[in-house]
């Protein structure tokens, strides 16, 4: 079946070190992928997403790019902060239904000053 | 209300209770899904509804989970004769529509089973 394979934490980095948190995938079809986001003491958020091949998601300074040939879809920043300490979650929907989704176990960051 | 809103935030209870867990979506939300975290792990999927309907309720481990959304709004997930292994926070979410939007969850409910 269909799977999200994400690097294990956690990550700690000092502030404005550049992150990568890998993801792979596996699915039959051709899925949307997915960053979600678990901030400290809140519900989990939609950071960014991509729906095809080369597709590259972006939001608040994060990017992941769509790479059908590595089945990957990396996020990336380039400095980080503080405020980004979470728990980061690749995923993705195979199918038309997006909010049924398959996610990875989840990348915990930990940003110092 | 302006977001998904669950209830209890935290249940305890005792093995072999039944357990009624609540999801209030937003307003206006046609689906809304139910999906189960473990410690360490990513959510699971459990159940999507479609109004009133529940269109895919793959993800329910077995025969005692069931869910209903009677009304098409508010949603309850009900587990019998509960197990130490149900121990998780379980997550609502809901969407304006079926596909291609944003899926919005709720902070979840945790429940420990002792």
């Known amino acids: 079946g269909d799977s999200v394979t994400q690097m294990e934490g956690p990550v700690t980095l000092s502030e404005e070190a550049f992150l990568t948190i890998n993801c792979t995938y596996t699915?039959?079809?051709?899925?949307?992928l997915f960053w979600y986001v678990q901030y400290p003491g809140e519900g989990l958020q939609l950071l960014l997403k991509a729906t095809k091949a080369d597709d590259k998601g972006s939001n608040k300074g994060f990017e992941a790019t769509y790479r059908k040939e590595t089945t990957s879809f990396h996020l990336e920043k380039g400095s980080v902060q503080v405020s980004d300490s979470a728990v980061y979650f690749c995923?993705?929907?195979?199918?038309?239904?997006?909010?049924?989704?398959?996610f990875g176990q989840g990348t915990t960051l930990q940003v110092k000053p | 209300g302006a977001g998904v809103s669950q209830t209890p935030s935290n249940k305890v209870t005792e093995k072999g209770k039944y357990v009624e867990l609540r999801c209030d979506p937003i307003?206006?939300?046609?689906?809304l899904y139910w999906y189960r975290q473990s410690l360490g792990q990513g959510p699971e999927f459990l159940i999507y509804f479609q109004g009133t309907g529940a269109a895919d309720d793959s993800g329910l481990p077995n025969d005692r989970f069931f869910a209903v959304r009677p009304e098409g709004s508010v949603s309850t997930l009900k587990i019998q004769r509960t197990e130490r292994g149900d121990s998780a926070v379980y997550l609502c979410a809901s969407s304006p529509d079926r596909g291609g939007n944003t899926i919005y969850f709720g902070e979840g409910s945790w429940l420990t089973v002792v």
């Open positions: 995923a993705l929907s195979d199918g038309p239904n997006t909010g049924k989704l398959i």
């Open positions: 699915a039959t079809g051709y899925p949307s």
């Open positions: 307003s206006g939300h046609t689906a």
